[in-house]
């Protein structure tokens, strides 16, 4: 159906406006020139209104103001082009572009300019007026119809606003119904409507912008003199009181009119004009009033929402270093709970009195020994549990010669000294695997405060905006056609530029980048896009687009006869710019080692990614497999890239050694230390280095490594290597460790290939 059999109420109302204005531009003229209602047909073509009815509302305008044949060809031809380009684009499906649509309008004044081809300058400065005033009419639609209720104004869409307003007042100034001055009731109750928004600068700017067309108008400085006298004594009273505000101006202007400009019935014509804008004012429901107010109110609650982020962030961070003070205490709570080891002389002298307590109680020569040879009894039977200690168990033949002499139960002693240092070991086993759980819970707990007071300060800065910045951001989407309802531009420490934007769906993507990107002077990139529940819009997040970027390549293949491999890998993202690379080989080949690699693999990433420190991550990961207590190894090689610092950090436990193939050399990056799980404590090696476009980080298990005769044989045919392409490479190096073992893999083998390089965009 067409537009029109689809008018509702909403549209009559805003159509009927529509018409209004059109009347009101036809009649504008300066300077005897008028090309103002057809700028305002082609800027309403371009932002979409009903071509039809825009095409009767010019046309009948136009004629009425000027009822000749001159004037109504004029208008034709310039309603026709307009039409014309309006269904070709609809034909073609595609959107009229700014210069379309002004192509368009200077070729629709071709009769215009036939009609005056003899005054040349005539047609010059009427042309650069209808193609400003095209401009200017085109940015306050676009405000108006897309923008709604977010009408925060860039300054060149306040000057074009403050234009239109102009040239509406040039053109309802000499509107009368007998002597009644339209003009004055419209001025007035768009005086009374912007006080309601009690937002003075811009019911002054456009209310005396209004009366500057009605003054230029009139040639007389007279009306905008006495509505800026009646505007000022208006904002007297708060804008709630809206009979009192009546009243006053009222009687204010019947002064004013009496003493200065007119008396008797010219008197009488002179208020009611004010009278009729009054009565309107106080009719006007509230709800139109508010929607007229939010329609030009920039709301003042931004910088107070705004400065509320960054006190919300700090009290955030305050809340964290308290939470980060209680982990605090539960580390050094577990390390109290941490159970001493006892002393060599201490254990010994415990072991004696249960085995004097245990061995001698039913002993008829206990009296004797512990009396007459109390003392040698004691330092023999001290020696045997020393031995017992020191080598795990004792025999007959270990018992001292002045123990055997004497006692008639040696093998009961021997059998009993040797359960007890038995069970001792155990206790001490358990007891060591229990003060290491609460070691590794105390780590972890300090870990997490210490976790805690770093995100907590990275919370604590403030969080800069840039509103101005803000608005041009909507004017440029905007001008695209792409509704944009809100913006928030931010910046926190370190250059971490940001935006979020409130727009249509369906939005073009890259049209939003590109806009955000020209105001911004930055590469910006979308990183999410969030339906919203209430409307059709979505809230897009952009970020600065990361100047590096990183490509992998990976190779492996299982021991030959075995389904699973020992070796696992990881490629992950920790941040906008941060990777993590790692290869863990498990002890063996097969299942168990797969499951206890891919275990290890598994604990680090999550620690990575929540934030932890390096050697805690070792450290905890460490204690875990150590207290496993299942010969549970595991070699590990990481590799943390940095590409916004442009470092790359290595860490290995065990694994062999990797390269870093740059143009002109290789960079060997060492392995070394144990296995992880294979000593409570362990000391990685490790390696920082910069990194730039185009290196390659090669990192392989020694299934690898171990195919190739020597380190130098694999660094010179890596060296060889022509390509960059890091899966190329990869799948190099596998194909030549295989050749190497007869295209038999004696072991797992893994490559890990990564490139930096720079992004185009």
Do not use: W
Request: aromatic letters at 8%; hydrophobic letters at 45%; glycine letters at 4%.
């Amino acid at each position: 159906m067409s537009k029109i059999k689809n008018l509702n109420f909403q549209n009559a109302i805003k159509y009927f406006c529509l018409f209004f204005v059109c009347l009101v531009l036809s009649n504008a003229t300066i300077n005897n020139l008028s090309p103002f209602l057809f700028a305002f047909y082609f800027a309403c073509i371009f932002v979409g209104l009903n071509e039809k009815l825009l095409a009767v509302f010019t046309l009948s305008s136009a004629v009425a103001v000027s009822p000749n044949l001159k004037s109504f060809y004029v208008a034709l031809t310039v309603v026709a082009v307009g039409l014309i380009v309006f269904y070709l684009h609809r034909i073609l499906k595609k959107r009229i572009a700014l210069f379309s649509i002004f192509l368009a309008f200077v070729l629709s004044l071709i009769t215009y300019f036939y009609y005056n081809r003899t005054d040349i300058f005539a047609i010059v400065f009427y042309l650069i007026l209808g193609i400003i005033s095209l401009y200017v009419m085109i940015t306050v639609l676009q405000v108006l119809l897309l923008r709604k209720n977010c009408f925060k104004l860039t300054i060149d869409e306040s000057i074009c606003f403050l234009f239109v307003a102009a040239l509406l007042g040039v053109g309802i100034a000499p509107i009368k119904i007998v002597d009644f001055a339209v003009y004055r009731a419209v001025i007035m109750l768009l005086i009374f409507v912007l006080l309601r928004t009690e937002n003075l600068p811009i019911a002054v700017a456009v209310s005396l912008s209004f009366g500057l067309g009605v003054s230029l108008s009139q040639v007389s400085l007279v009306p905008i003199a006495e509505f800026s006298i009646l505007l000022l004594v208006a904002n007297i009273f708060p804008a709630q009181k809206k009979f009192r505000i009546v009243c006053l101006t009222f009687i204010l202007d019947a002064f004013i009119q009496y003493f200065f400009l007119s008396t008797g019935v010219e008197m009488l014509y002179a208020l009611a004009p004010i009278v009729l804008a009054g009565i309107m004012y106080l009719l006007l429901p509230n709800k139109i009033m508010s929607a007229l107010a939010d329609l030009v109110y920039v709301k003042s609650t931004e910088i107070s929402s705004r400065n509320l982020i960054n006190t919300t962030r700090k009290n955030i961070r305050k809340r964290m270093s308290e939470l980060s003070n209680v982990f605090l205490d539960m580390k050094q709570l577990h390390l109290n709970m941490v159970k001493r080891e006892l002393g060599k002389e201490e254990l010994i002298k415990m072991l004696t009195r249960e085995v004097c307590a245990n061995c001698c109680k039913d002993c008829l020569d206990k009296n004797k020994c512990t009396r007459s040879l109390g003392l040698d009894t004691r330092s023999n039977l001290e020696s045997l549990i020393e031995i017992a200690i020191n080598k795990g168990k004792v025999s007959l033949l270990d018992i001292p010669s002045g123990l055997s002499s004497r006692c008639g139960k040696l093998s009961y002693l021997v059998n009993l000294i040797n359960r007890l240092s038995d069970e001792y070991r155990q206790y001490k086993n358990m007891q060591a695997d229990v003060n290491n759980v609460k070691i590794l819970l105390a780590e972890q707990m300090g870990a997490v405060s210490q976790l805690l007071l770093d995100i907590g300060e990275e919370i604590d800065t403030n969080v800069t905006f840039d509103m101005a910045r803000e608005n041009k951001i909507v004017s440029r989407l905007l001008s695209a056609n792409v509704e944009c309802r809100e913006v928030l531009l931010y910046e926190e420490k370190n250059n971490d530029f940001s935006a979020m934007l409130v727009v249509k769906s369906g939005s073009p993507h890259p049209v939003i980048e590109k806009a955000v990107s020209e105001v911004c002077r930055l590469p910006m990139q979308i990183t999410a896009s969030t339906p919203i529940e209430e409307g059709n819009y979505d809230t897009i997040t952009l970020h600065k687009l990361n100047k590096y970027d990183c490509v992998f390549g990976l190779a492996s293949c299982n021991k030959s006869g075995n389904e699973e491999s020992g070796d696992c890998h990881s490629i992950i993202r920790l941040g906008g710019t941060k990777f993590l690379l790692a290869l863990c080989d498990g002890m063996g080949s097969g299942k168990s080692a797969h499951k206890m690699s891919a275990m290890t693999l598994g604990l680090i990433e999550n620690f990575y990614r929540v934030g932890f420190d390096n050697e805690i991550i070792l450290e905890s990961v460490n204690k875990l497999l150590a207290i496993n207590n299942q010969e549970s190894y595991s070699t590990l090689d990481v590799c943390l890239i940095d590409l916004d610092k442009s470092l790359v950090d290595f860490i290995k436990v065990g694994s062999p050694f990797g390269v870093i193939k740059r143009e002109d050399k290789i960079e060997l990056v060492e392995g070394g230390a144990l296995p992880i799980g294979a000593l409570d404590n362990i000391t990685p090696a490790t390696k920082k280095t910069t990194i730039s476009t185009k290196d390659i980080i090669i990192m392989a298990t020694d299934g690898i490594i171990d195919a190739f005769a020597s380190q130098e044989n694999f660094i010179e045919y890596v060296s060889a290597l022509a390509t960059n392409n890091p899966q190329s490479i990869a799948e190099s190096i596998l194909n030549e460790a295989m050749a190497l073992n007869e295209n038999s893999a004696k072991d797992d083998m893994t490559v890990l290939v990564a490139r930096t390089y720079l992004k185009n965009k």
